[in-house]
């Protein structure tokens, strides 16, 4: 069945198409076959056998890609029972992969996709170190189906949350980080005796700290979340020590650091309509996302309310009107996402040869006006039906015909 | 946007969470703008002022704004507008309007003029940030029943939060006690202007409400605290709280009718649920969930009084005859659902199908971000009613977070439209409200600029704020 599906060749025509990688295309063809993109351009022939979606008038864009989610890990926020994303028991958690905990019945999947957001990081939370994120497409019957990078990065917490975790002072967190990281390294350094127990008893279980050297190695991102100016630059010290691949999350006072992250070329998961001071960020604004993205930053954004991870589109939309470009935005929920979780070679913009996740817009994906029309992922088309769809549908008439 | 502030409060006191109780209040002092005296004199039990608002109207040259394009609320959206503000009223309105000679005048070109926003369901001051311990204030969780709190006893008016949402462009607000309880206590209907107390904020002339909650929240707080534990436990204490009520209300009026002997003792809890069963304090009831919003007609029904407004209301298109029938309105976000079970049911097409029901409904923030923008959660239910084939004309949506939230406080003879006469309570946006990219550039409450973005002479600070948040330029 899936086989038959990926088979299908489909050409979406006559559309304005952004591939995000480069200009806007008017007119333009995008065609899919076997679930990947084949060609992209205002000259590209649709073959006879093609599904055809006209997308005259309307806009193409990659599939929108949310920065930090909890999709498939959560199901009701306040029923613990379906909540997967927080490991109990363990402040360093970091071989906590939350890959299992996924679940692709989740009704949130759905409502999410059917707004054009594709694609999206399932983070785990809580603790010092929360353990590995993945990244995952809103579609498939299994986790395997759905996964795209698993893990995407290993997720710590250096806020003012994190620090609980680490006997309640920021000192105590960052030093806690520094001697696990080089407990580490210790521990890769001599196996044998760690085994025979021939070593100092280390700060982390080894499943724990062999989760780690991924990230001591800058093979994995390591994606910390810290709000506060002078965490950002904990966090920006802890990276030129270790040698870390450091993905800011929150972020929310990094508009002040925002010279030193593009030097240091580490990029931020931000969300753009966080504004509320707390005692982690008095300095929080809206301009965030505008002043990291001008002083050359690489920015992406998140939705962090997993339920409405659609609304992805409404922070781009207030990124822009808060002063990033549109261009700047759109890369943001793609291309900058994909490049920042290391799928960019599959994912993030209308290429050949990239994963066809597409999305097919009646106008600008950002402004509430816009309806998604179609909907593509791995190139398959999406039905435009949710469980909320379906409580629409029974309640157009009340009482409604059961 | 802000779930897991959402769900910390859920889970931990706020709104999407608790409650407290009602009191009574003599009648609200005169009022400099408001002359309209909507709480009933003589149904009190006491014969003196209690806690009277302070507000006094800022003195302020006339404003005219002209060539703009002005969303009246009230039926009209006229292009190349004109609308002139005079001692806090709105003396005129239309295509052409004079100025005199002492006016402000604006420059509308290319922006749109609607009437200033008001949430009818708001926790700033109450539940105020930086969010610490020391100022949440919102719930007083330790009964189920509380009446006699009111939450402008709880309001700081150096909440941070307050000058963010004047600059989304906030001109009222209902500031609530919280869910926790099955009766909360009195909302506080404010004037979002800077002030140093809430008596300054106090919306001269306007009623009280009474929080009131369902459902899951009251549960959870008090299920392991002596009840209620269940939903039918939640419906005997709010009987029971009412049955008290209505004996105290008899003799109370039978004393304020004869004055024979002593006055009876005053409980400050049944003085306010007195008032609701007077009809001068209206209920305002957090309840997600349709077929609990069926049971509190009914307990309505049993006391005699008309729930005026229930908040959150997830299920409200499940039962929207049943609510126009009732004439109680509906208050609703855009989009939550899910952070609990009986907000499971949350679709977007919510107020659309109210307001094809001919419920009158507003769309509330319940969330200190969310009240930035309410334009904008208005547009959202707007357009979701549009391609769902439930069309909501622009003059509609715009009432959702003006007329009707201005209705749904016993308020809409003074404010939510740009009508001659009602208060200048008047935003001034850089584009279509509806659309994304639309910001509030001027903000007047009651004549007086609150808020203007292009000057940080008019960019209000809170005491708070000094010396420790951004520089000025940036929109905090």
Known sequence: MIALLLAQTIAITGGTVYPVSGPKLGN???????????????????????????????????????GAS????????????????TLRGDTIAAAFNVAEGINPASVLIPVTRIEGITTALAAPSGNLVSGQ????????GTIEQMLVKSPAGIVADLSETGK???????????DRLRRVFRDALQYERRRPDFSRAQMQSLSASAANLEALLPVLHGQEPFIAYANRRSDIETALRLAREFKLRLVLAGAQEAWQVAGALARAGVPALVEPLDNIPSYDALGVRYENAALLAKAGVKVALMETDTHNSRNLRQQAGNAVSYGMSWEQALRAVTLSAAEIFGVADRYGSLEPGKVANVVVWSGDPFEFTTAVEHVLIRGEEIPLKSRQTELLERYRKVPPAY | ???????????????????ARPARQAGPGPSPTAPAQQATGDSTSVDRQQYPSTYQRHRNAPVL???ATVMTAAGQEISNGSILLRDGRIAAV?????????????????????????????????YAAPGTEAESDGNEATNPVTAEVWAEHSFWPQDPQIPLAIAGGITTIQALPGSANLIGGRSAILKLVPARTVQEMKFPGARYGLKMACGENPKRVYG????????????????????????????????????????????????????VLRGDIYVQNHCYRADEMAQMLDLGREFGFTIRSFHHAVEAYKIRDLLAAAGTGAAVWADWWGFKEEAMDGIKENAALLQQAGVRLNIHSDSPSGIQRLNQEAAKAMYAGSRAGVPVTRDQALRWVTANPAWALGLDSLIGTLEPGKMADVVVWSGDPFSVYAKAVQVYNDGWLVYDRGDPAHQPRTDFELGQVPPPGSDR
Not at chain 1, 72 to 79: F, H, N, S
Request: proline share 4%; with cysteine.
């Open chain 1, 28 to 66: 333009a063809t995008v065609l899919i076959r076997d679930g990947k993109i084949v060609a992209v351009g205002a000259g590209v022939a649709a073959p006879s056998d093609a599904r055809r979606i006209d997308a005259q008038g309307k806009w193409v864009t990659p599939g929108l890609i949310d």
């Open chain 1, 70 to 85: 909890q999709l498939g890990l959560v199901e009701i926020g306040a029923v613990a029972g379906t909540r997967e994303g």
């Open chain 1, 133 to 140: 994120a993945v990244l995952i497409d809103l579609a498939g």
């Open chain 1, 164 to 174: 609980a975790e680490a006997g309640g002072s920021r000192a105590g967190a960052a």
């Open chain 2, 1 to 19: 946007m802000r779930q897991p502030l959402l769900l910390l409060l859920a889970v931990t006191y706020g709104c999407a969470t608790g409650a």
């Open chain 2, 65 to 67: 704004i002209r060539n």
């Open chain 2, 94 to 126: 239309g295509a052409k309007v004079d100025a005199p000679a002492d006016a402000v005048v604006v420059d509308g070109t290319g922006k749109y003029v609607t009437p200033g926003l008001i949430d009818e369901h708001s926790h700033l001051g109450v």
């Open chain 2, 224 to 275: 392991q605290k002596g009840g209620p534990s269940t939903r039918m436990g939640s419906m005997a204490g709010y009987r029971g709280a009412f049955i008290q009520a209505e004996g105290y209300r008899r003799k109370w009026d039978k004393w304020n009718h004869d004055h024979q002997g002593d006055p009876p003792d005053r409980n400050l809890k049944l003085e306010t649920l007195a008032e």
